[in-house]
């Protein structure tokens, strides 16, 4: 039985449909996003799995029970922000308590309470920083007391949203090398709403792909990214061409493409501009039928100029849906 299932659910911002008839399971530890562009509905579904929102129609069931009409604080939940919502006069310690305190049971479990803060400070790296406040932190290390004052809870279901977004390049892709690490320690089930793709596929167990309120393909990363069924779901799970051949959508990744110098090949055509990216080049091509691709080399061989003659052959093509 999925640990997470919505069953048809819709939602409505007064008379407009923002979510329509969307179904969604989640298992038991399993890590799933929600990947769409801003407006997509993906952190109206987070509300809608928290209790902050509730549907117009459709079941939210947690370990099959259904939770419409319940609670917020009775949900099980645990909810990670954008911002973080770290009180910035307490310290590292306090802010990870502070949702224990609310809990009546607070003084009768204190001992065990205390145990649970220091072992999820150990289980994030936080140890040492018990005593800072939030703003002596760095932006990863306040993301990790913001998941670590979830987790103290013992949620059942972990929800975050966009919570790498405020974070500069590096750090993003360091704190998201952790965050998975963590996910995968603690097996704990994560529901996560991203617009970036490459989190998207580096995170998660299965991608739901978001469009219009709806959920266009929920897949693994290698399915969405390999075989995806639209040209949507191509072009929002990174770089894509898509190629028309006699009324076919073909998907060519640039990356599949390998670029041999002169017109030898069945495939051919010119090279528009070059341009270098460190460990690649990023090549434009006109082909003779007149459509443009974008192809990737390695940058240790030679850089090919613009107006040089090529021909391309395809490692790999996937046929899409109309």
Not at 224 to 231: G, M, V
Not at 266 to 291: A, H, V, W
């Amino acid at each position: 039985m999925p640990l997470l299932e919505l069953k048809d659910i819709s939602f409505s911002y007064k008379k407009t449909e923002v979510i329509k008839g969307l179904s969604l399971s989640v298992e038991r530890g399993e890590f799933a996003t929600l990947l769409g562009e801003s407006g997509c509905g993906k952190t109206t579904v987070l509300r809608l799995i928290s209790g902050f929102l509730n549907p117009n129609q459709g079941k939210i069931l947690i370990n099959g029970e259904e939770q419409n009409g319940i609670l917020p604080n009775r949900r099980k939940i645990g909810m990670v922000f954008q911002d973080y919502a770290l009180f910035p006069h307490l310290t590292v310690e306090q802010n990870l308590f502070y949702g224990l305190k609310l809990k009546k049971s607070f003084r009768a479990e204190r001992n065990k309470n205390t145990e649970l803060v220091m072992q999820t400070a150990e289980n994030l790296g936080l140890t040492h920083l018990l005593s800072r406040f939030p703003g002596e932190l760095s932006g990863g290390q306040q993301q990790r007391v913001a998941l670590g004052r979830s987790l103290v809870l013992e949620p059942e279901l972990l929800l975050m949203d966009e919570p790498l977004s405020s974070l500069d390049t590096n750090l993003r892709i360091k704190v998201r090398e952790e965050l998975k690490e963590i996910q995968q320690k603690l097996k704990i089930t994560t529901v996560y709403v991203t617009h970036d793709q490459e989190e998207a596929l580096t995170l998660s167990d299965r991608i739901a792909v978001m469009n219009g309120g709806k959920i266009i393909q929920y897949d693994t990363p290698q399915k969405i990214y390999f075989e995806p069924k639209d040209e949507f779901t191509a072009d929002f799970a990174g770089r894509a061409n898509i190629l028309h051949e006699n009324d076919r959508k073909i998907l060519v990744r640039p990356e599949w493409i390998n670029i041999i110098d002169g017109l030898d090949g069945d495939i051919t055509g010119t090279i528009i501009s070059s341009s270098f990216f460190g460990d690649r080049f990023r090549y434009k091509i006109r082909l003779t039928d007149g459509q443009k691709i974008t192809a990737y080399a390695n940058s240790l061989e030679t850089e090919l100029p613009a107006g040089r003659k090529v021909s391309v052959a395809y490692r790999h093509q996937h046929e899409l849906m109309d």
